[in-house]
């Protein structure tokens, strides 16, 4: 015989408010197998809980129903105070009157009657409750991080200085990401690659840490603990573990000048075979095979083999699959910057001498195309008078995207600012719609750049870009003035907007992890598990979940790898152990809940007697994949897959419960 | 009435698979009580293979059998399929309830075959008038899947538009809810649970059907209004985007539900919204299987 338990909680005024509690308290004491009935001001606090446990205690309760907020709330929190009396914690049910009830209705009665019914509705599924067992998964303690840019690197870094294993793979020749392409950084002013090299460094000669650059993750199976990844390292051309990066093939290489740099954004020029950059971790070249002779032009060519001295040169060398093992992952793909010659009107790819924010960059840095001193694409010349545009792209729901860069206010300010400080009597212009400089130090930058470095900044957009003898005319309206405004320029540059990194959806369908219609990542919760993607094991970080400045990705980069740390603490994972369940007897093996399971949590499974003759294939649900999602349960024509907790006896009893 | 040149060639093929042993068991058609009437047969005996005949008379679709477990321990199997019926067999693989190594399929090229109620008063001749409605809509005289095809010897099946297949749909599709509300349970009224549809149904392979899950007994199993629309209505889901059209389940009603009506309305509906039809390719994921971010959510308010 059941011997429930019913607690209304007011939730302060919040549920009392709306809810005649004492009314839901008097009709729940008059369900056959309830023996004990309370209301109480707040049932999640240590006297709500503690007079829970006595009532346990006292009438031997063997279920309870909690008439309060959402599930989400204190599901757990009753459950382990139910589990502290020696209750199975699944015999706790919550009907939630707050968030279904009291917040979202006004009548009194009517709403009363209705928290009624869902009490009712609890109490009639708390009797048929079964104890449940949470699943233990073992965990394999590595982890793989994807994207080896400053988020990537900060998270393997503390991931294998806390002892645990990492792969670390990076799509690209080196390391670095896009921190390595920027100059200094706001609002310090430090340079970018002098803090951000060592870094790189420290990663490569981690005794933890391998990596994996030039490669792709090509697919993952598992889940959380036991990841299945398999990589493909690219066929680089180069023995790496024989290569010193001594730079004679890629000075003997032919392919020069011909081949535009990536690194260096399309301003400068490389060669078939080699280093995105002199500071490139690891520093083994990479031939790329789509533009070398040797490949285009049947075997002739092979300068870089003859000037290699250890002969690391292999032109058979083939791409390699790689297989691992991991417990955890964090998937920190990065950023592109939106293509801006769909914006016509600045022409974007049409004049030289209009570049993006990354170009210039690369025009301030040291190691750059330019050596650091900002000459003009078109005919080198140094310019005296820079536009800068903002928002190019952003906040833009018409042509770009509606969400705001995040990063652009600052590195304009650092430009402008940078360009007053190379170039002495120079003017720069800023158009600007807001500016955001919201963090430590960031909007005293923006106020020196402006006062102390002369920057013009004119609220408003630029309607019009066009070149007249030799100078880019920008049109475009101060609107603070309430005047057109025309400035001729010697150059402009385009403060373009962020996009995900070409192909993270595809990562993100790979990974089971879900994403916002951008392509960012998005998080378990926005904001109390920022971490977390939304399949448990895979952890975020970096500008893939949106745009974020330097320190915030290095924060994401931390909080994953501290999120893993965690996770590997234990030996064992803890599944709840509401998943699914299949009725081996009835199951007639249509699989139509394996094709409808976005978690791949269902396999084939074969019954066979003592004799190994087959008897039967059924379905059979893997614990640590299955989220008690239920969609099998919907997709199964005869009934054979429940999903525990939520049997078929008991939804069917909560939808009695309401008849009579 | 002796063989046909068509039965002829069906025989030669039953008994060198029974012969070879590419086959234990081939499931086909022979001449029934008299000349209008086809039954199934089972044959399993080389020698036996001269039973086997073939004529627009053969109305049932035999792919029922090949759920049946005693018909699924001869391993393999040969059956005699009309283009209707190769689509059910289709259906079955698609959801791995037979393998297609397992089956050696006998197509039949079919131009039509006479309703039963018109083929019992003397009718041999395959016309507009005299075949099912599934045959004036068919698109698979020839079978899409098949290791022989036995072609017809049949005139083809002339259609002058006259008659007008599944009209009754478009009689539905224009009436209120109120009104289909009011016509279907009419129609069910008369049902008396005998499940005869779900026997002669090939897709309804279930071995324990949802009508006879109890704790908790969903369906009321009682022949009254209630249960019959729960029973008609979730075994017409159970079957929607997976109907192959056979009619089987209509013909086998002895009450005279018009089943197919439900059923091609389902069909056609799925056709519409998921430019899915069952039953035509082994390799494609069954329609009620898939779920992709084009599938229509207008339904979300």
């Not at chain 1, 015999?91 to 917040?103: C, G, P, T």
């Not at chain 1, 002969?311 to 955890?328: R, S």
């Not at chain 1, 950023?335 to 990354?358: A, C, F, P, R």
């Not at chain 2, 083929?119 to 016309?127: C, F, H, Q």
């Amino acid at each position: 015989m059941s011997r429930i338990g019913v607690f209304v909680c007011w939730c302060g005024s919040n549920i009392a408010g709306t809810v005649d509690v004492e009314k839901v308290r008097e009709e729940a004491a008059k369900i056959p197998g309830v023996v004990s009935a309370l209301d109480y001001k707040y049932m999640c606090s240590d006297p709500g809980q503690n007079s829970l446990r006595n009532i346990i205690k006292e009438k031997n309760l063997t279920g309870i129903v909690l008439a309060a907020c959402s599930p989400h709330m204190h599901e757990n929190t009753f459950r382990k105070a139910a589990a502290k009396e020696g209750l199975n914690p699944y015999f706790v049910e919550i009907a939630n009157i707050r968030e279904q009830v009291s917040w979202v209705h006004e009548d009194k009665e009517r709403a009363t009657a209705k928290a009624v019914d869902l009490m009712k509705m609890m109490v009639e599924k708390v009797k048929r409750d079964r104890p449940i067992e949470d699943v233990r998964v073992p965990l394999n303690k590595k982890a793989l991080v994807i994207g080896g840019g400053i988020a990537g690197i900060q998270a393997a870094l503390d991931i294998a200085n806390g002892g645990v294993e990492v792969i670390l793979v990076e799509k690209e020749p080196s390391i670095g990401g896009r921190m390595i392409q920027l100059d200094e950084t706001f609002p310090t002013l430090d340079c970018s690659s002098c803090i951000m090299t060592p870094k790189m460094v420290e990663a490569n000669q981690h005794p933890n840490i391998k990596l994996y650059t030039y490669s792709e993750v090509e697919d993952i199976s598992g889940y959380i603990g036991n990841f299945k990844v398999k990589i493909k390292k690219k066929a680089r051309s180069v023995v790496e573990k024989d290569c010193t990066g001594c730079g004679e093939c890629w000075n003997a290489c032919p392919m020069h000048k011909n081949v535009k740099s990536e690194f260096n954004v399309n301003l400068s020029e490389r060669t078939a075979i080699y280093v995105p950059f002199p500071q490139a971790v690891p520093l083994v070249p990479v031939l790329d095979r789509s533009v070398c002779l040797h490949f285009k032009k049947g075997g002739k060519c092979q300068k870089c083999y003859d000037a290699c001295g250890p002969k690391c040169i292999n032109f058979d060398l083939q791409d390699e699959i790689i297989e691992e093992t991991v417990g955890a992952i964090v998937a920190s793909t990065g950023y592109d910057l939106m293509d801006t010659s769909m914006y016509g009107e600045y022409g974007y790819g049409k004049y030289k001498d209009v570049i993006s924010g990354l170009q210039f960059e690369r025009l301030l840095s040291a190691s750059g195309p330019t050596e650091g001193v900002i000459k003009r694409p078109s005919d080198g010349k140094t310019p005296q008078t820079i536009v800068f545009v903002q928002c190019v792209g952003s906040r833009d729901p018409e042509k770009g995207v509606p969400y705001c860069s995040k990063v652009c206010c600052m590195y304009t300010a650092k430009h402008a600012k940078l360009f007053a400080h190379k170039v002495h009597g120079s003017q720069s212009y800023v158009f600007y719609i807001d500016i955001r400089s919201t963090s430590k130090g960031y909007e005293e930058f923006v106020r020196g750049t402006m006062e102390q470095d002369g920057a013009i900044y004119l609220r408003g957009r630029v309607s019009k870009i066009y070149e007249d003898e030799g100078k880019l005319i920008v049109k475009g309206a101060d609107t603070l003035s309430g005047n057109q405004v025309e400035i001729a320029a010697d150059m402009v540059v385009l403060a373009t907007g962020v996009i995900p990194k070409k192909g993270s959806d595809k990562l993100a369908q790979m990974l089971g992890i879900s994403y916002d219609k951008y392509g960012f990542f998005t998080e378990s919760h926005p904001k109390l598990r920022p971490a977390e993607s939304s399949t448990a094991g895979i952890f975020l970080a970096g500008m893939a979940q949106g745009p974020r400045d330097i320190p915030e990705s290095v924060v994401s980069g931390s909080a994953a790898a501290s999120k893993i740390l965690g996770l590997f603490s234990k030996n064992e994972y803890e599944v709840e152990g509401t998943i699914a369940n299949v009725n081996e007897a009835t199951c007639v093996a249509c699989f139509y809940c394996q094709r409808v399971c976005a978690y791949n949590a269902i396999s084939k499974k074969e019954i066979k007697d003592r004799s190994g003759k087959l008897i039967k294939v059924v379905a059979n649900v893997n614990p640590g994949l299955c989220t008690g999602c239920g969609a099998c349960v919907n997709a199964c024509f005869s009934k054979s897959i429940d999903v525990k907790g939520f049997m078929d006896d008991q939804i069917y009893a909560e939808i009695k419960a309401l008849a009579v | 009435m002796a063989n046909t040149k068509t039965d002829e060639k069906l025989q030669k093929i039953a008994k060198d698979l029974l012969e070879s042993g590419e086959v234990s068991l081939v499931i086909g058609y022979a001449k029934g009580s008299n000349l209008q009437r086809m039954r199934p047969v089972f044959i399993t005996k080389a020698e036996d293979a001269g039973k086997l005949s073939f004529s627009p008379h053969a109305v049932q679709d035999l792919a029922v059998f090949l759920k049946k477990p005693e018909v699924k321990k001869f391993g393999k199997i040969g059956i005699v399929v009309k283009g209707c019926d190769e689509k059910a067999v289709n259906a079955l693989i698609q959801e791995y309830q037979i393998s297609r190594d397992n089956i050696k399929i006998i197509g039949m090229e079919c131009n039509g075959v006479i309703r039963q109620n018109i083929a019992d008063k003397g009718e041999t001749n395959v016309s507009e008038s005299a075949v099912y409605d599934k045959c004036l809509i068919c698109e698979e005289h020839i079978p899409v899947l098949y290791d022989f095809l036995i072609e017809s010897e049949e005139p083809k099946l002339v259609l002058s538009g006259n008659v007008k297949p599944y009209s009754g749909i478009e009689k539905l599709e224009s009436m209120s809810a109120e009104e289909k509300n009011a016509f279907w349970a009419k129609e069910f009224d008369k049902c008396i649970k005998c499940y005869a549809c779900r026997q002669a149904c090939p897709l309804c392979y279930c071995s324990r059907c949802i009508v006879e899950k109890n704790m908790p007994q969903w369906i009321d199993t009682n022949s009254e209004e209630t249960g019959n629309a729960q029973w008609n209505l979730i075994r017409a889901y159970h079957l929607s985007g997976r109907c192959i059209g056979c009619g089987e389940c209509e013909r086998a009603c002895p009450v005279n539900i018009p089943l197919m009506l439900i059923n091609e309305k389902m069909a056609k509906d799925v056709y519409n919204l998921f430019g899915y039809k069952s039953g035509l390719d082994i390799n494609a994921k069954p329609v009620f299987g898939v779920f992709s971010e084009s599938d229509f959510n207008d339904f979300i308010k």
